[in-house]
């Protein structure tokens, strides 16, 4: 057993699902059968007195059993419905055996950091990671703990346009909820983007500070969502690299083009909503752009155009 040597934490909706099944296509890589084992957020919620507490089952039973359910019958909500590949997810599996002992203790364990440790099993010449894009916005307490547990992890933060993916992350939640973008007024709307978790998850200079306090930066990688439709090759041999695996194009599936979790993506930004987003993520992005660079000075070219046309408009 052994702690990740690397870790994802998101963005959510910035292309992690897409990230975790190119990933485990590479022989030297191995990952949980589960794509999210949400442990360090989990934690982060019990936490009390200053102390990390067990996480009670009765509270998380239910989202585990639903997790393990879709793994097993190989539909899975991360995967945007479509098939598990099987093939690449099993590759290696040390035994059938070993495969029932995990989804047991994924679904009945108290979870403390032995319960997490248990949850990789790479073999000899293997690196083993997750990618979880809750564990982007944790607490510098929590950040600390990873930290005492993984001081040597490789971190990868996936970033995309924060409008995109606020939008995207508010149409996957109403489609969580069978509910119709028609159905909600413009205040609604603006509540949610508004709510401190839309915000922190696009909070991206935040993330990075807290995370640059305990990784240093050659332990720390940033790639964009863009990268994803204009040159998903390059990126994946750029992480092999970071990872330290061998950075083979060989070891890239054919379907590196294929997007996952695309579906949210059909209706458009109404402009209002597009220019009350550009308010919120202008002095974020602008701090981003001077940190990272890359297609962060787009982004914050995008929101200046925005917030310059509702000016002239006014």
């Not at 200053?50 to 059993?65: A, F, I």
Request: aromatic content about 12%; some cysteine; hydrophobic content about 35%.
């Amino acid at each position: 057993m052994s702690y990740p040597d690397f870790i994802g934490i998101g963005a959510m909706r910035s292309g992690t699902t897409w990230l975790t099944t190119q990933l485990r296509q590479h022989p030297e890589i191995w990952m949980p059968p589960i794509k999210e084992l949400h442990y360090f957020d989990s934690l982060e919620r019990r936490i009390g007195n200053g102390n990390l507490k067990q996480l009670s089952l009765s509270k998380t039973v239910h989202q585990r059993k639903k997790s393990v359910l879709r793994c097993f019958t190989g539909k899975s909500a991360d995967h945007g419905g479509k098939d598990i590949e099987w093939g690449s997810v099993l590759r290696h599996p040390a035994s059938v055996l070993w495969q029932i002992g995990f989804h047991g203790r994924f679904l009945l364990g108290r979870r403390n950091d032995d319960w997490y440790q248990a949850c990789f099993a790479p073999r000899a010449g293997q690196i083993a990671g997750e990618i979880d894009p809750n564990y982007g916005p944790l607490h510098q307490n929590t950040v600390a703990h990873i930290r005492e547990l993984t001081p040597d992890a490789r971190i990868i933060f996936m970033v995309r346009d924060p409008i995109d993916r606020a939008w995207s992350h508010f149409l996957k939640t109403l489609r969580d909820k069978n509910r119709a973008l028609e159905d909600l007024s413009e205040d609604e709307c603006l509540a949610h983007f508004a709510s401190r978790f839309s915000r922190s998850r696009g909070s991206y200079n935040s993330i990075l500070t807290t995370w640059f306090k305990y990784y240093p930066p050659e332990q720390i990688f940033v790639g964009f969502y863009d990268e994803i439709s204009e040159s998903p090759t390059a990126l994946l041999l750029r992480i092999f690299k970071f990872l330290n695996v061998e950075p083979s194009s060989n070891y890239i599936s054919d379907k590196v083009h294929d997007h996952f979790n695309s579906s949210t993506q059909s209706r458009q930004i109404p402009l209002p909503l597009m220019r009350y987003l550009a308010e919120i993520y202008r002095e974020e992005v602008e701090h981003l752009a001077a940190k990272v660079g890359g297609y962060a000075y787009a982004w914050h070219e995008r929101l200046e155009s925005l917030l310059a046309s509702a000016a002239t408009e006014k």
